[in-house]
């Protein structure tokens, strides 16, 4: 009995604030909210939790809502989790009892002609916030830092001003600052975003933007492994390096094999010169033309010529030209 009449009140409670609000706001297509109708059931754009204790979602999109929203209405329903006034003619300040509700999940209060600061006084519990396409002026609320349920910020096409706060919000996913007047670095906990979230801010610069004058761009953060810029970058790297490492290695190796053939070379004279017989000599290399022309195509014979007339004064150009010419001739004379 004693729950049923607090249940009563606090939904008595609410229905007079929204009454408050329909009486001070001035709407083109009429709102079907009345005094003796039950407001759970026959109100256009309420939702009441779910043993009609509390109004939780208040939705009027495009009703044509005119002028400012008066405090001490709207900001009284504190069990309000979702509220969503978008596309309408409110103006002027928005009282800061409406961003202090402190159950308020969502608020979509975008494409309205809202204006003055945003109020610093911002529910904890706020996860999406959209205030877009509206006239604030002034800073961006420092304590938008502390809304760790954020998922959603949506500020663009207003005319804030000044720094953008430094958000290390976990669940932060979209952000569009888009079309203001702020200045300043983009804090490198934004700079994952694209830089649609920025664009229109002439004074603003940083990642993903054009880079600040003066400033080195700050080293990409390992801890951002999808931003595309950073993830090139270090891919190009990568490359850059794997590539000097391999062609150092190429050129390492030709020398090692062209050493090789001298020493072979001169092995092989020695030998030579100590067994005195012109003619083994001549049949010896008669007999591995042979060798060469009966398996080996025309074009191998000549590189092995080649080879074997080594006269060691290749440049480097040479030396790389060579390399291949020099691996199958080690591969067929081992
Ligand atoms: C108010 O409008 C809603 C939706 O248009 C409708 O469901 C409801 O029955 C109406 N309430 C009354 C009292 O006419
Ligand atoms: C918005 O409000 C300003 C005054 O705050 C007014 O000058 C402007 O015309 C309004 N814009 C619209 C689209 O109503
Ligand atoms: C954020 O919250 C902390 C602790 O809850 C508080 O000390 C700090 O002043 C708050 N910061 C802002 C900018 O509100
Ligand atoms: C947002 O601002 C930009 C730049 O001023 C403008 O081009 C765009 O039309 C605006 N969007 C809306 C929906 O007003
Ligand atoms: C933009 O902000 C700068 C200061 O940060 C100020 O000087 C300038 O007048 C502002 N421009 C507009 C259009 O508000
Ligand atoms: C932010 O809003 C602007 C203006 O409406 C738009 O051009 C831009 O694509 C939006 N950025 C993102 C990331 O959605």
């Given amino acids: 009995m004693f729950i049923a009449t607090t249940v009563t009140a606090d939904l008595n409670a609410d229905k007079q604030a929204l009454l408050s609000f329909a009486v001070a706001v001035p709407h083109g297509r009429k709102l079907n909210w009345s005094s003796d109708t039950p407001i759970c059931s026959l109100w256009v754009g309420i939702r009441c939790s779910p043993d009609h204790s509390r109004v939780i979602g208040l939705r009027l999109p495009a009703v044509g809502l005119l002028g400012p929203i008066p405090a001490n209405t709207l900001g009284k329903l504190d ?112 700079q994952k975003f694209p830089k649609e979230s920025f664009l229109g801010n002439s004074l603003l610069c940083g990642q993903p933007l054009k880079q600040c004058p003066g400033i080195p761009s700050p080293s990409p953060l390992p801890s951002q492994p999808y931003h595309k810029k950073s993830f090139w970058k270090r891919s190009s790297s990568k490359i ?17 094999v062209l050493l090789l053939c001298i020493l072979r070379r001169k092995g092989r004279e020695d030998r030579e010169s100590s067994t005195k017989g012109k003619g083994t000599a001549g049949s010896r290399s008669e007999k591995s033309k042979e060798e060469y022309s009966s398996g080996v195509q025309e074009s191998e014979k000549n590189k092995l010529v080649f080879f074997e007339g080594c006269s060691y004064n290749f440049d480097l150009e040479d030396l790389l030209r060579a390399s291949a010419e020099c691996f199958s001739a080690a591969w067929f004379s081992s």
């Fill in 240 to 256: 850059i390096i794997g590539v000097a490492v391999g062609g150092f290695a190429v050129i390492l190796l030709v020398i090692v």
């Fill in 79 to 190: 069990a309000l989790q979702v509220l969503m006034i978008r596309s309408n003619g409110l103006n002027a300040n928005i009282p800061p009892d409406v961003l202090a509700l402190p159950s308020l999940r969502s608020l979509f209060l975008q494409h309205n002609n809202l204006s003055g600061e945003i109020p610093n006084l911002i529910t904890p519990s706020l996860a999406f916030f959209d205030l877009s396409y509206n006239s604030f002026t002034g800073e961006i609320p420092l304590e938008v830092k502390n809304l760790t349920q954020l998922t959603a910020l949506y500020l663009q096409n207003n005319s804030l001003s000044g720094p953008i706060p430094d958000l290390k919000l976990p669940k932060l996913k979209r952000l569009n600052l888009s079309f203001n007047n702020l200045s300043g670095t983009i804090p490198l906990s934004l």
